[in-house]
């Protein structure tokens, strides 16, 4: 009887170890930026009449989850200052990039007027990296 019982714990213990002890979660892209001193409140009046519409039209077509923005301190002056989060669904979702565009010509205007507006803001404010970070939940 204890030779089956061994055998079963085996089984039991090589299938634990074939599964994963986590499922995949959302992806969420993290903007590291930059505002310079004396911009901060030019660039948060940018966040609510442009970035805020633009990602709650995002969020009702389905393109994203979630959005969110972080004031940061930072340790020197090459550090961000800023967060700017955009949550997706899964790494599929990320692959929108046509629709997500055409929800910004919608909101916020053509691709060029975009361009053009980011170059002005880069007088002020500079977007130091973007990564990803997905998250993993725990079974």
Same mark, same amino acid.
């Given at each position: 009887?204890?030779?089956? $019982?061994?055998? !079963?714990?085996?089984?039991?213990?090589a299938r634990a170890q074939d599964e994963r002890a986590y499922t995949e979660g959302p992806v969420t892209e993290v903007a590291y930026i930059h505002v310079d001193y004396g911009h901060f409140d030019e660039y948060v009046d940018w966040l609510n009449s442009t970035w805020k519409p633009t990602m709650e039209a995002m969020k009702?077509?389905?393109l994203i989850i979630d959005y969110k923005v972080f004031r940061?301190? %930072?340790? !020197? %002056?090459?550090? %961000?200052?800023?967060?700017?989060? /955009?949550?997706?669904?899964?790494?599929? +979702?990320?692959? *929108?990039?046509? =629709?997500? =565009? +055409?929800v910004a010509k919608k909101v916020i205007c053509s691709t060029e007027c975009q361009? *053009?507006?980011?170059? +002005?803001? !880069?007088?002020?404010?500079?977007?130091?990296?973007? =990564?990803? /970070?997905?998250? $993993? /939940?725990l079974k």
């Open positions: 009887m204890s030779t089956c $019982l061994a055998a !079963s714990s085996l089984s039991l213990s009702k077509a389905g940061l301190t %930072p340790k !020197s %002056p090459d550090q %961000p200052n800023m967060y700017l989060w /955009i949550t997706y669904k899964n790494m599929a +979702a990320l692959d *929108k990039g046509v =629709e997500q =565009e +055409a361009n *053009k507006a980011r170059v +002005a803001r !880069s007088d002020y404010r500079k977007v130091l990296g973007t =990564e990803y /970070i997905r998250e $993993l /939940i």
